[in-house]
């Protein structure tokens, strides 16, 4: 079993079950889980992406070495309650898909370079955890 070490930044109250369930689906190590504001993620993405503005998900793979965690995954809490808004789903359920977009990156898909991998994997996550569809809808788009 893995574990999610969770910071929230914000006073959301969150249940981390059905991330915690997706996490144990692909890893045992440690996952770093940080929720936070639209202006600490821009800090982050400044410092490490050279892009000066807020972003919803953040992801950052340690190396694969012997009893290192996974990795951390930084959410835009404002982003977060702005898709929810916009798509008509929960927080929850979007949390949630920011989150598995955010995971599969540490696991080394990434939707930049590779051939639709990643975004076939997010498609079949959302199906089997019954998840909105907005995450392939805008994602498709770019």
Do not use: W
Request: glycine share 2%; hydrophobic share 35%; aromatic share 10%.
């Amino acid at each position: 079993m893995s574990i999610i070490e969770f910071e929230n930044q914000t006073s959301k109250e969150i249940s981390l079950d059905v991330l915690q369930t997706i996490t144990d689906q692909f890893t045992s190590k440690e996952v770093e889980f940080i929720l936070c504001s639209n202006d600490y993620i821009q800090q982050i993405n400044n410092q490490f992406r050279q892009k000066d503005t807020p972003t919803d998900v953040l992801s950052f793979p340690y190396e694969d070495m012997p009893y290192t965690p996974l990795g951390s995954i930084v959410i835009s809490i404002d982003f977060v309650n702005e898709k929810a808004d916009f798509y008509n789903h929960s927080f929850e359920d979007e949390l949630t898909l920011l989150y598995i977009h955010g995971l599969l990156h540490l696991l080394g898909f990434d939707h930049e370079v590779d051939d639709g991998e990643h975004r076939a994997k997010e498609e079949e996550l959302i199906t089997q955890y019954k998840l909105p569809k907005s995450l392939i809808v805008r994602t498709n788009k770019e």
